[in-house]
């Protein structure tokens, strides 16, 4: 059983900072690519930001420049620090790992969400 666990949501000013964190634990071979996604009321889920195991990163153009996306493969852990935040940045953000299992097959998951919301 794979898990995906966040952390580092809360209610944050209008210019302030958030760090989000997103550890998956269980039992695998390895992870693939890594990311944040967001999801506002009464829109559909989009990419945030998008870590893979080699190369570089990519980002929505939304948060180009304001936010980073960092992993730390020794721990199985993302990071998402987020700056010069904006009330459009509210939304459920939720991790996403594509997770290499021990039999090879290689199946996405995602973590439960984490409230941010920026007020103005």
């Known amino acids: 059983q794979v898990q995906l666990v966040e952390s580092g949501g809360g209610l944050v000013q209008a210019g302030g900072s958030l760090r989000l964190s997103c550890a998956v634990s269980?039992?695998?071979?390895?992870?693939?690519?890594m990311g944040w996604y967001r999801q506002a009321p009464g829109n559909e889920r989009e990419l945030v930001a998008i870590?893979?195991?080699?190369?570089?990163?990519n980002y929505a153009d939304s948060v180009k420049g304001r936010f980073t996306i960092s992993r730390d493969n020794a721990k199985n852990t993302v990071f998402l620090q987020m700056n010069s935040l904006k009330p459009e940045d509210t939304a459920v953000y939720y991790c996403?790992?594509?997770?290499?299992?021990?039999?090879?097959?290689?199946?996405?998951?995602w973590g439960q969400g984490t409230q941010v919301t920026v007020s103005s």
């Open positions: 996403n790992a594509d997770v290499i299992r021990i039999s090879g097959k290689v199946q996405k998951y």
């Open positions: 870590i893979p195991s080699g190369g570089s990163t």
């Open positions: 269980g039992s695998f071979f390895s992870i693939n690519a």
